[in-house]
């Protein structure tokens, strides 16, 4: 998917004002899902977005943290300004968009490196 096609579905799904908003709060989403996923997987996602999306995926990071959605959405709201609820918002207006420009495995994939509770975010439930 080109970055103008992920930014303006972010862009509608979010409901914000622009497609630098929209990039903004991709760039925050993506950010959380890396500290979470790993070095590894963080890279071959990365490599099925546009640039400049999978830049904040390559982030040099030692080992996977491990934390649960309360904290995925509270690290979202810190690098947006926004509160956790808007950030849960954010976090689903990305990743439900990430499940349509990525190969299917590989939402599998990470999906199995995320919490169980965090599949409704990508518009999936959870099957662990």
Do not use: I, N
């Not at 004002?17 to 903004?24: F, L, M």
């Not at 899902?33 to 999306?53: I, N, Q, T």
């Not at 709201?77 to 954010?90: H, K, L, V």
């Amino acid at each position: 998917m080109r970055l103008d096609a992920f930014l303006t579905l972010v862009r509608d799904r979010g409901e914000y004002h622009s497609e630098d908003e929209a990039e903004q709060v991709s760039a925050a989403v993506l950010w959380a899902v890396a500290s979470r996923v790993g070095p590894e997987e963080a890279a071959a996602l990365a490599s099925d977005l546009p640039a400049p999306l999978g830049d904040a995926l390559r982030l040099e990071r030692g080992h996977p943290e491990t934390f649960g959605r309360e904290e995925f959405l509270r690290r979202v709201a810190q690098q947006t300004g926004a509160r956790p609820r808007t950030a849960e918002w954010d976090a689903g207006a990305v990743l439900s968009t990430l499940t349509e420009a990525v190969p299917d495995g590989r939402v599998d994939r990470l999906l199995t490196h995320l919490p169980a509770d965090c599949a409704d975010l990508f518009g999936r439930t959870a099957e662990r």
